[in-house]
């Protein structure tokens, strides 16, 4: 089943047991106990886009359900602010703190992040308690006035189908925003941040949305829960809180459209089962989070996938085709033909030092467009460095270098990508747990014109990018010949074939310069020939490459130019065959031969 | 080429991650005190061979047996119990300790045990590479990049292994080092130790060993006696960088 | 200036359990980057079996060592079920939730079996409070960070001097050449666990004679402890106890001078704003980023 049939089927059943529970005269307490489950769906939900997709785990979501909750609270008793505004005051404030509490994602990963977030919820928390004036300490905010909007009062018949609404509208936006350009951004850099920053993507801000949306949710079920239960107090918004949240999405599912949903289904019914055993109940809880992890790491949902994938899904073999595909227009691929200027990339003096050691040394550059110019030299003479360089993955200590006559030393990676500068990654960086169309999808993400709103709202032209860059993409992989592999997940594909692909999707960037690092390394000899024949073709189109290599054979055929690093200064550069012949890099490179002082006829070695 | 007690017997071997061959089913041996080098290009599955045969990571498939009991399957710290001792890939020193307590380390194994013993080597592996003993106190990090490797390397020695394995020896190594290098495992292995080096280098490991295996793409391509195998022209072309010789 | 020295010496106290407590997460860290997550409640499970053990008529000293072995044990046990299975891979969490569970089912089957209420553990050391300066405070208190230094001192020795520690900061720097020298990896990350679990349980009985032992009484030092790990750099002993006792200083001052309910409030805040001006921590080693 596509995800498309999957968000509809899921959509219209949950649609319909709303509907029907609500027509079989259901009891208060029934009802009562669907709306607070409904209610805190729309959290869990807003917490999967965060774990499941950008990758980010958040133990404090409880404080920012309750700082939604407290804020419509407060200003529905103090300012007798009516429903709807102060709900949507709610959502903003709790935006605007996820918003803060993203900014350290930037700089910390994994273990901190939680602690940050663990950290924010006991402040949080500690808050409600000791600011008395504001929040009323320990007793909390009463005396809610039932809401009203559009002239109704939201009695709890007419609330039931609020929370409904609500609900319905988190699990739309949940499918539009997973299945669309930020969505497949927030997975990419869950899975490789490098990779992520060379395809132009703005790290910190595909992170910001993430926890900004799923605050946004988590402040929406706050004000619903305040308007449902017209009374708040500390104890529904503790860290115990959090963690029941994580669970509920980790049973479930993380990362699977209805997870959530079932998650919170089952623990909130499991809840209500155990109500009466007290302390046992969070003696339970703690047994079924272990045993769930156990168990199906993958929740639910991802557990019941992998089982009928395994069971209904043939292995079957897939058709590698030829490449570089000659049936694709380059020019659909790679845009207009790019126009030659005098010098596509120059470095200046170019230098990086980790600690003490000067990695880069003083290193010149001048690369002209549409030539291959090759960096070559022993292990750890600085070539990567360089490239790492180039592509805005390292700042220069010192020195200079200019893109197309644009100084570009110190910009940051995602902006040289936007720019045109490609790269591929000496250890192939795919985003192992995406599929090999997807891998190429993520590269088209800062060409899309519609931006946010548009998306959500999935606007005429949102639809019409979204098949252009499919198509695009499909092209790609048959200008790769991988077109068969479409669906497949990217870790799956033999090594070969991932080098293809990752060179796919720098394409996918319409690069005017592409930073190949060691693209030869593990290929067989025939591919090693097709790659040499991609990059002919590449530059005769007009693209730049700038080639790190160990593959002698392949650099001195396919370059214009070679420069030879070593310890991180040039000692060479020039034409392949001119270079080929300086004593100083066959020494370098080659060594110099007599180790055991053998005669040279018989060791084969260069003089 | 096989001797009558291979030292090393690797046979069948796969090695995969995830759904990805590394290694593709190979066979390999090593004779007492035999010099046997793996060339290939970067990529070619060399070091995930090793990394099976000393236990790093499992193997998927195949057997991997030592002085003819079989190790495949084993974990690392048990195989080196049994004899084998790795320089790995990148020197891995432990350079937030000093120079001797990376000594003690390669020596952990034996403490204890043979403490004796483990004296008189320190000193023997000191005395084949004098820098170390100036720098005993210093801090592994803060040595440069020969030096490191000549601590590999003692660290690995100090195990008193029957079988040294040298991954990449020249990464990141000037000729002038590697010149300093080589020499010492043909030394070792004069005195009986057999060693099994991967090497990138092709034209050095050549050099150096009696047989030599090619590997490419998870396979081994040839092998057979190193000096022959450097005038093959399929190696010259491929891995030492020239053109057919006219 | 008497009420400067109480906020003082009751401050050390205080800091002295979190360096405690915090070492234990380091020492944990440093093998296996990922920890018990809710070491707080091994601290915890520590002061309340040494209630026990007493209550059962053993002597005091007998009975920390044993709740000492006890805890060790279970150190031991969560590290071998809940956190090796769950940290395969390079930034694997699934170590934290395993952990956070086994808290929850530590302190709720703590609840259900020893009761809600704190029972005190009898000391000598906190019969009479020692006066000077206008501050009182009880020996036991002072024990702490005393412990504390002490331990990290010990812990630094017994990592440079002896076999074990040069191996565990071996398992610690790099696990595959650690396993190449012929060390167990796995057994030395079970040592470790066993050792931190010690340590905290130590924590948590030195202090119970002071505060009682209750089985809520862990968990928040524990969150605080490894904030305090995190924000020391969680790559040395010395910067973790430094860290810890100026956090447990820092803590008294606050609720001296603006109130006893700000504490966790501008603690934590603190603690954040500190981890984003240096994110490796302040005595934390800035990682060169590998492209």
Redesign the interface.
């Given at each position: 089943m596509t995800p498309r049939r999957q968000f509809l089927a899921i959509l219209f059943a949950g649609i319909a047991f709303i509907v029907v529970f609500r027509m079989i005269e259901p009891s208060n307490y029934q009802i009562g106990l669907l709306m607070r489950c409904m209610i805190l769906m729309i959290v869990t939900i807003g917490l999967n886009i965060l774990i499941g997709h950008a990758g980010l785990v958040s133990l404090g979501q409880a404080a920012l359900y309750g700082l939604g909750a407290y804020v419509a609270a407060w200003l529905a008793v103090k300012g007798d602010v009516s429903f709807m505004p102060a709900v949507i005051a709610g959502i903003v404030v709790t935006a605007l703190f996820g918003a803060a509490l993203a900014y350290p994602t930037v700089r910390v990963k994994g273990v901190y992040l939680a602690v940050i977030t663990i950290a924010f919820g006991l402040v949080f928390q500690n808050i409600l308690v000791e600011w008395i004036s504001v929040t009323g300490g320990s007793q909390g905010l009463t005396g809610i006035p039932r809401g009203e909007a559009f002239g109704v009062r939201l009695t709890r018949r007419i609330y039931y189908w609020v929370v409904a609404v609500c609900l319905v509208i988190a699990f739309i936006l949940q499918y539009n925003i997973i299945y669309s350009r930020y969505g497949r951004a927030m997975r990419a850099t869950a899975q490789s941040e490098n990779a992520s920053r060379a395809l132009g993507i703005n790290i910190g801000w595909i992170r910001t949305l993430a926890f900004v949306l799923s605050a946004m949710l988590a402040g929406l079920a706050g004000g619903l829960y305040t308007f449902l239960n017209l009374f708040v107090n500390y104890e529904t918004f503790t860290f115990f809180h959090s963690i029941t949240f994580l669970l509920m999405v980790i049973l479930g599912g993380t990362g699977t459209l209805f997870g959530p949903v079932l998650g919170t289904s089952i623990l909130t019914y499991i809840a209500e089962v155990l109500q009466d055993l007290k302390e046992w109940q969070i003696f339970a809880y703690g047994m079924l989070l272990a045993i769930i992890m156990f168990v199906m790491p993958k929740g639910i949902v991802g557990s019941v996938a992998a089982l009928t994938q395994r069971f209904t899904a043939k292995p079957r073999a897939r058709a590698t085709e030829s490449w570089p595909s000659r049936d694709v227009p380059l020019d659909t691929l790679l845009g207009a033909r790019t126009k030659s200027t005098d010098s596509a990339l120059k470095a200046d003096k170019l230098t990086i030092q980790f600690g003490g050691l000067t990695a880069v040394d003083q290193v010149m550059l001048d690369v002209k467009p549409g030539t291959v110019h090759a960096l070559i030299g022993p292990n750890g003479a600085g070539k990567s460095s360089v490239l790492n360089l180039i592509s805005g993955f390292y700042s220069p200590t010192s020195g200079a270098v200019t893109f197309q006559g644009e100084s570009i030393a110190g910009t940051p990676s995602h902006l040289l990508a936007r720019k045109g500068i490609a790269r591929t990654f000496q250890n192939t960086e795919l985003f192992g747990q995406m599929s090999v169309l997807d891998n190429v999808l993520v590269a088209f993400h800062c060409q899309y014109q519609s931006q946010l709103i548009g998306t959500v709202l999935r606007l005429p032209r949102f639809t019409r990018e979204e098949k252009m860059y499919l198509d695009r993409a499909r092209q790609l992989l048959a200008f790769v010949g991988l077109s068969d592999y479409a669906d497949e997940l990217a870790s799956n594909l033999p090594f070969g074939h991932q080098r293809r692909l990752e060179i796919a999707r720098a394409l996918a960037l319409q690069p005017k310069l592409l930073l190949l690092d060691e693209p030869a390394a593990g290929l067989t000899h025939a591919e090693i020939e097709d790659l040499k024949t991609l990059i002919r073709m590449l530059t005769e189109y007009g693209v730049t490459v700038i080639l790190v290599e160990h593959h002698v054979e392949m650099v001195m055929t396919v370059s214009d130019h070679v420069t030879v690093l070593d310890y991180g200064k040039v000692i060479a550069s020039g034409p392949a065959s001119t270079v080929q012949k300086n004593p100083q890099v066959i020494e370098a490179y080659f060594g110099t031969g007599g180790i055991l002082a053998k005669p040279a006829a018989t060791t084969g070695q260069p003089a | 080429m096989s001797g009558a007690n291979p030292l090393l017997q690797v046979a069948g071997l796969r090695v995969t991650y995830g759904r990805i061959e590394a290694v593709r089913g190979i066979d390999l041996e090593v004779a007492q005190g035999e010099f046997v080098g793996v060339i290939g290009s970067n990529g070619a599955g060399k070091s995930s061979a090793l990394r099976a045969i000393t236990g790093v990571v499992p193997p998927a498939a195949g057997t991997v047996s030592f002085e003819g009991q079989a190790i495949s399957g084993m974990r690392s710290h048990t195989i080196v119990g049994r004899g084998i001792a790795m320089v790995p890939e990148g020197r891995q020193i432990f350079s937030d300790q000093t120079v001797e307590d990376n000594l003690v380390l390669g020596s952990y194994v034996r403490i204890g045990q043979d403490d004796a013993g483990v004296k008189a080597d320190t000193d023997r592996v000191l005395t084949l590479f004098p820098r170390l003993r100036e720098r005993l106190a210093q801090q592994a990090g803060s040595l440069s990049g020969g030096e490191q490797q000549m601590l590999a390397i003692a660290r690995g020695l100090l195990s008193r292994p029957k079988l040294l394995i040298v991954d990449e020896l020249s990464l990141g190594l000037a000729p002038r080092i590697l010149e300093m290098l080589f020499p010492v495992l043909v030394d070792l292995n004069r005195e009986g130790l057999s060693i099994l080096l991967v090497e990138q280098m092709a034209s050095y490991a050549l050099q150096v060993t009696h047989r030599t295996y090619v590997m490419e793409n998870g396979r081994i391509l040839m092998h057979g006696k190193s000096a022959e195998l450097a005038n093959d022209s399929r190696v010259l072309d491929a891995y030492l960088g020239r053109h057919r010789p006219a | 200036m008497g009420e400067i020295l109480q906020y003082l010496l009751s401050g050390l106290s205080l800091g002295g359990i979190y360096a405690l407590v915090a070492l234990g997460f380091y020492i944990m860290w440093a093998v296996s980057n990922a920890a018990n997550f809710t070491h707080g409640d091994i601290y915890m499970l520590g002061a309340i079996l040494a209630v026990v053990f007493v209550a059962m008529g053993m002597p005091l000293v007998v009975a920390t060592l044993a709740a000492m072995a006890v805890c060790a044990i279970v150190g031991a046990l969560i590290e071998r079920i809940?956190v090796r299975?769950?940290n395969k891979e390079p930034?694997a969490?699934?170590w934290?939730?395993?952990t956070?569970?086994?808290?929850?089912?530590i302190?709720?089957?703590a609840?259900?079996t020893y009761g809600?209420l704190g029972r005190p553990l009898d000391s000598p050391l906190a019969h009479t409070p020692i006066r000077a300066g206008g501050a009182g405070i009880y020996p036991q208190e002072l024990i702490l960070p005393l412990v504390a230094i002490a331990l990290m001192i010990g812990l630094e020795l017994f990592y440079?001097r002896t076999?074990l520690g040069?191996?565990m900061?071996?398992v610690a720097?790099?696990r595959?050449?650690?396993?190449?020298?012929?060390?167990?990896?796995n057994k030395i990350a079970l040592i470790a666990y066993a050792l931190a679990a010690a340590i905290g349980a130590l924590a948590g009985i030195l202090i119970a004679p002071v505060i009682q032992a209750v089985p809520t009484m862990g968990?928040?030092i524990g969150?605080k402890a490894?904030?305090v790990a995190?924000v020391a750099g969680i790559s040395n002993a010395r910067g973790v106890v430094i860290v810890g006792i100026c956090y447990g200083v820092i803590e008294k001052f606050i609720e001296g001078y603006i109130?006893t309910?700000?504490?966790?409030?501008v603690g934590?805040?603190l603690?954040?704003l500190v981890?984003?001006a240096f994110?490796q921590g302040i005595f934390g080693r800035k990682e060169?980023?590998k492209?």
């Open positions: - | - | 809940l299975p769950f930034n969490i699934g934290m939730l395993t956070i569970a086994a808290g929850i089912v302190e709720s089957g609840t259900v809600p440079k076999i040069r191996a900061r071996a720097f790099n595959v050449a650690a396993g190449l020298m012929g060390i167990d990896v968990a928040l969150l490894f904030g995190i109130s309910g700000a504490r966790n409030a934590f805040t603690m954040i981890l984003l994110p060169i980023a492209v």
